[in-house]
């Protein structure tokens, strides 16, 4: 039965109620309605809206509910379209007259709206936890690779030496800031919109300040028609996801080409690699590819949400039942992500020697003898253009700078000396940055302790 039938002379076809019905996704926020359903039943007893009896036998039937959902014993129905009406009718079921009681002084409008807040504060702590794990995973793995050296690449070219324990911790900032993304989104979720009614508030006497301290709301949205009708925070929750997504296809994209025979600097473990169908020698790195599909799927998420709202008038409309799809599967895509992600990390193996034996080639040591040259008081700019020179020498000869004779050497700048081939050696190179953040061993090792430092 329609808990809004009065109006209505005609009922709804059985093809509108199956598309008008949001069950079948909603159903999910079943035990942040019931939660928001007990507190607002709490604070019409206190107010004396409803009787205080009444208000008990609505919150221990709630609870009843809840237990019997959980347990398997409910059955949701498309007849009573979402999970409001669906636990309103049930309640009313159970204890007749006074479980209509349950929806004084609120809305559908309000009460979804304090759902899916509640719902992404219980979330925004579950994708902090899994990030937790992540940055974790790559503190470790950093610790592990201090001395391992690799080379470091823009365009994709070969650039400059650097560590893996370097490359690993730039990976832990990005995800360190996406913790950071979500704890400030937070600030925007923990606000209680229950109260507002279906846009102008309510004529009876009602304590919002209470549900928001019973609801764990660190505050109450101050207009009742902004309450309802935007989702703001639910886009900017989605907009951590897809920022955080894009971080881990990166990765993702960098192992897969590791992890190719081309590169050859890491193994992904078997169980998380995939063989192919028709070539038996392959192993495919499908759990990273994967990630970096569905990085895509979450930005579709994102592009949704703010496609739904850009268009709407004040204040609450229909379309708003469509958030919750986008929010739901940017949540579920992106745990699984981190989760099934840091797992892969923690078990594949790094080809070491090969890193090492990369860094060795494509003249990444050029600028640090453009730096040698700079010392002995030549301008960089003159420097560098003296290292180019070189540079395309040994291109053309097939040598690296560490091959050349002290006489060629000397054939492009007298202020050469024997000191240079240690100057240039791949770990000289490291070793000599100076400046904070940098790849220098003891640079990184700072980084580690600050890191340390921070969890203590």
């Not at 049930?90 to 006074?98: A, C, M, Q």
């Not at 919002?208 to 886009?235: H, T, W």
């Not at 040598?399 to 240690?422: C, G, P, Q, R």
């Amino acid at each position: 039965m329609k808990l809004w039938k009065g109006r209505f002379s005609k009922a709804a076809t059985s093809s509108a109620d199956e598309f008008n019905a949001s069950i079948e996704f909603d159903q999910r926020l079943y035990k942040e309605d019931i939660t928001g359903s007990i507190a607002h039943a709490e604070m019409l007893g206190r107010q004396g809206i409803i009787k205080p009896e009444e208000a008990r036998l609505i919150i221990d039937t709630l609870k009843e509910i809840l237990n019997d959902i959980e347990a398997g014993k409910v059955e949701f129905t498309i007849e009573s379209e979402d999970i409001h009406m669906n636990i309103e009718s049930i309640l009313t079921e159970r204890i007749g007259d006074v479980g209509k009681k349950l929806h004084t002084a609120r809305s559908r409008n309000d009460q979804i709206a304090v759902d899916i807040r509640l719902y992404l504060k219980k979330e925004t702590a579950a994708v902090d936890a899994v990030l937790s794990e992540l940055t974790d995973a790559l503190e470790k793995l950093a610790k592990e690779h201090t001395d391992t050296v690799m080379p470091g690449y823009t365009h994709l070219q070969r650039a400059q030496p650097v560590t893996l324990a370097y490359h690993l911790l730039a990976y832990y900032q990005m995800f360190s800031r996406d913790i950071e993304r979500f704890d400030d989104c937070l600030r925007r979720i923990d606000r209680l919109p229950l109260g507002s009614g279906a846009l102008a508030g309510t004529t009876y006497d009602t304590d919002r300040d209470f549900l928001a301290e019973k609801l764990g709301f660190s505050q109450v949205l101050p207009n009742a028609m902004d309450a309802v009708a935007d989702r703001d925070f639910a886009i900017e929750f989605i907009n951590c996801c897809a920022i955080t997504m894009m971080h881990l296809s990166r990765f993702c994209e960098e192992l897969i080409l590791w992890s190719s025979a081309e590169f050859n600097f890491i193994e992904i473990d078997d169980s998380f690699s995939t063989g192919s169908s028709i070539m038996p020698q392959k192993k495919n790195p499908d759990m990273a590819e994967l990630i970096r599909g569905k990085t895509g799927r979450v930005y579709g998420d994102l592009m949704s949400l703010l496609t739904i709202c850009k268009g709407l008038p004040m204040a609450y409309n229909k379309d708003l039942q469509e958030d919750k799809i986008p929010v739901f599967d940017a949540v579920d895509t992106l745990k699984a992500s981190v989760s099934i992600f840091t797992e892969m990390i923690l078990t594949m193996k790094v080809r070491e020697e090969n890193m090492e034996e990369a860094a060795k080639y494509g003249y990444m040591n050029a600028t640090d003898a453009a730096d040698y040259l700079v010392s002995k008081g030549i301008p960089f700019r003159d420097c560098h253009e003296i290292i180019g020179r070189m540079v395309l020498y040994c291109i053309n000869k097939g040598v690296a700078l560490d091959d050349l004779t002290m006489e060629e050497f000397k054939s492009f700048s007298d202020k050469f000396d024997d000191d240079i081939y240690d100057k240039i050696a791949v770990r000289s190179c490291i070793k000599a940055k100076k400046s904070r953040g940098s790849t220098s061993f003891e640079s990184v090792e700072a980084q580690l302790a600050e890191i340390s430092g921070k969890k203590r």
